[in-house]
């Protein structure tokens, strides 16, 4: 039988969960606007009428803040991007469903700053320690998930296709980042543009074998 202290115990417990979540996603869109290092837990108190205190115990440094921010990131990168594109077949056809939830994910966007990477990954690149880890560590797994997806559509285009994976998917990276900056500043002909990049350089993947 629970006594009434357990009880008392997992209310607050739901409470500071439910705190959590709703502190990190305000967290998420912030970091996507003014960078990680714009966050703050009186920032946060303000902006969410919470005391600082409570914020700050809920995770104790800035650093873990920011760690479970870009963490949050990413989840909800993976549920709008990533895991849409997984019911199409593997190869070219999942990686254009990848560019095109990428673009969507940057272009409606789910985060008001745009790509969140984008905006932090400047910020950390020269910054040894674990939040520059976790950021790098999303963004080569993003550029090794479109590698795989290329190296797939060679097997099956044949092994004559002269395809680098990983070079096309640095090069896909790079005019995504590109485009993300071009919406940011009101280019509305940047999602075009992507997919005539994409295009080109899948085209050795429709050429006929020996061409």
């Known amino acids: 039988m629970r006594t009434v202290?357990?009880?008392v115990q997992d209310g607050r417990l739901l409470r500071g969960l439910r705190s959590r979540r709703t502190i990190v996603r305000h967290a998420v869109d912030t970091a996507s606007l003014e960078g990680l290092d714009g966050l703050s837990f009186g920032r946060l108190a303000t902006d969410l009428n919470l005391g600082k205190s409570s914020v700050q115990t809920?995770?104790?440094t800035k650093e873990k803040l920011q760690l479970a921010v870009i963490e949050a990131a990413h989840e909800v990168?993976?549920?709008a991007v990533i895991r849409p594109a997984?019911?199409?077949p593997q190869g070219a056809e999942r990686l254009r469903a990848l560019v095109?939830?990428?673009?969507?994910y940057a272009e409606q966007p789910l985060f008001p700053g745009g790509c969140f990477w984008?905006?932090?990954?400047?910020?950390?690149d020269s910054r040894p320690g674990p939040v520059r880890d976790m950021l790098a560590g999303q963004q080569r797994a993003w550029r090794d998930r479109?590698?795989?997806e290329?190296?797939?559509a060679v097997d099956d285009a044949g092994t004559s296709v002269g395809l680098d994976a990983d070079l096309t998917a640095f090069q896909i990276d790079a005019v995504l980042t590109a485009a993300n900056t071009a919406m940011r500043l009101g280019d509305d002909t940047a999602a075009a543009k992507v997919r005539r990049v994409v295009d080109s350089l899948l085209a050795p993947l429709a050429a006929p074998a020996g061409k």
């Open 5 to 7: 202290s357990e009880d």
């Open 58 to 60: 809920l995770f104790a």
């Open 77 to 79: 990168f993976q549920e």
């Open 86 to 88: 997984l019911a199409r």
């Open 100 to 104: 095109e939830h990428w673009l969507a």
């Open 118 to 124: 984008a905006a932090n990954l400047p910020q950390f």
């Open 146 to 148: 479109v590698a795989a």
């Open 150 to 152: 290329l190296r797939h």
